[in-house]
């Protein structure tokens, strides 16, 4: 798949509610860098199209502090990206 990342500095509050472009296998890393805020990314946001949301896994959102990243990849299957590592 294809392998992207982006670099995004909070310094407000910010959601992320879904990624477009999707197509089965490819990732996508999102990085928290520079912020002073937190970045947080919506489980299954009826703000973004089905095909661009994001299952988080957990049922709940993902907060990304300054400095967190995490990783996702598009699942073609169910259509929508997973969120599959945080650090």
Known sequence: GIYRRLR????GAASITGFSRGADGRRLTVSNVDGTDTISIAHLS???SAANQID???GAAV???PGDNAEFVYDGTSSLW???GTN
Do not use: I, K, M, P
């Open 63 to 65: 907060e990304l502090l």
């Open 8 to 11: 995004l500095t909070a310094t």
């Open 46 to 48: 009826g703000s973004s």
């Open 82 to 84: 997973r969120v599959t």
């Open 56 to 58: 988080c896994g957990t």
